[in-house]
């Protein structure tokens, strides 16, 4: 067998280098889609009930007045309202008729809250409402498009 001696193989050297240029080219690749997909899953909602206050109207009906803030790295859709696991029977509502209960937060367009923000909702107990007296506890719960409650325990004045 005659050797071809005008044909030469690449360097050593140099086959090291591209292997060494192509093997950090991956790992880079590899540490950008690994830090991608962390950011997405480290995005978190919490919402804080940071305060919640009792009294009564002149139509003798609670008012719930509730300080929520948003603490989580992501915004925060707040959706439904609930006393006592019990819905709410009317959002963006004011004072209710006897019986029922409404609140001030609308879910025809559900109010988002970017990180940081703090907002106030009311929540009015109708007299009558399933024959609740005052220093009764009330278990207001808040829940959001992201699946999370929020609870907050308010003593009726």
């Not at 959706?79 to 029977?89: G, R």
């Not at 959002?91 to 609308?106: N, Q």
């Not at 909702?121 to 808040?142: A, D, H, K």
């Amino acid at each position: 067998m005659k050797k071809n001696r005008s044909q030469r193989a690449v360097s050593p050297v140099i086959a090291t280098v591209i292997l060494v240029a192509i093997a950090i080219t991956i790992s880079v690749s590899v540490a950008f889609w690994v830090g991608g997909t962390t950011g997405s899953f480290t995005k978190f909602e919490t919402v804080e009930i940071q305060n919640g206050v009792c009294a009564i109207d002149g139509s003798s009906n609670w008012v719930i007045t509730i300080s929520l803030k948003n603490t989580g790295t992501t915004s925060a859709t707040l959706t439904n309202v609930f006393v006592n696991d019990a819905e709410v029977s009317a959002y963006g509502a004011a004072v209710p008729t006897a019986g029922e209960i409404t609140t001030s937060l609308a879910t025809a367009t559900p109010t988002s809250m970017s990180s940081g923000e703090a907002i106030t909702v009311t929540v009015w107990i109708g007299t009558g409402y399933e024959s609740l007296s005052s220093g009764t506890m009330v278990n207001v719960m808040i829940h959001s498009s992201g699946g999370m409650d929020f609870f907050k325990l308010i003593e009726l004045s």
